[in-house]
Structures are given as C-alpha cells and as structure tokens.
C-alpha cells in the first residue's frame, strides 16, 4: 500500500511559478512509474506528466505541460516534483499525484495508487 501526499499548491499571478511535491509513504516508490495529473472545475482528468522508475528515460508531457513544466523524482527521498513556469489562469485545477507498476500512462484510471489532491489557481 502506498500513500501518497500532494503540497505545495497555492495562488498565483499569471507568469508565476509553483513547484509541487508528492511525497510517498508505505512504501518504496522507487520501482513505480509516477505521473501528475489536474482536474479542473467540471472537467475531467487531465494528463500532466508523467516520469519513469527509474527517471532515466525522457519524461512525457501533455502538449499544455511542454516547455513551461518540469516532472522529475528524487527517489532517495521517495518524493516527485512538478516545477511549473509561466502559469496561466488555464492551469488552475486540483493536481494530483499518481504512481503505478510498470511503465508510465496517460490515462488516471491506469494508476494504481493516488493522493488527494493539491490547489493550484492562477489569476490573470
């Protein structure tokens, strides 16, 4: 079993930075492929990233997440990172953080373990 708990969220002005961490506990993750994903009001998930076990392959993004967010893991601290740059206000959403066996995927219902949830709005 593995528990996993979001932080960092918060408001902020379009343009602004946040960097989100997923924090794993019960368990070692290290074996896990991870991914970030955001529900915004009304609509359903939404891929963000993902990253393998290992972090050594190339992490993926949603066509939304490229070249404004980074996913990376630190697996000797069994956490996930989200750093995300030049927010926009269609960024708001509830991110959560998700890890599952075997290769990484782009569909929630695909993972095995998720956490609760963090708010990230952006205002214009």
């Known amino acids: 079993q593995v528990q996993l708990v979001e932080s960092g969220g918060g408001l902020v002005q379009a343009g602004g930075s946040l960097r989100l961490s997923c924090a794993a506990f019960?368990?070692?993750?290290?074996?896990?492929?991870m991914g970030w994903f955001r529900q915004a009001p009304g609509k359903e998930h939404e891929f963000v990233a993902a990253?393998?076990?290992?972090?050594?392959?190339?992490?993926y993004y949603a066509d939304s997440a490229k070249g404004r967010f980074t996913i990376s893991r630190d697996n000797a601290k069994n956490t996930m990172y989200l750093q995300m740059n030049s927010l926009k206000p269609e960024d708001t959403a509830v991110y959560y953080c998700?890890?599952?066996?075997?290769?990484?995927?782009?569909?929630?219902?695909?993972?095995?373990?998720w956490g609760q949830g963090t708010q990230v709005a952006v205002s214009s």
């Open positions: 019960g368990r070692t993750v290290r074996s896990l492929a």
């Open positions: 990253i393998s076990s290992s972090g050594g392959d190339s992490p």
């Open positions: 998700a890890c599952k066996t075997g290769y990484y995927a782009f569909t929630y219902y695909e993972y095995d373990y």
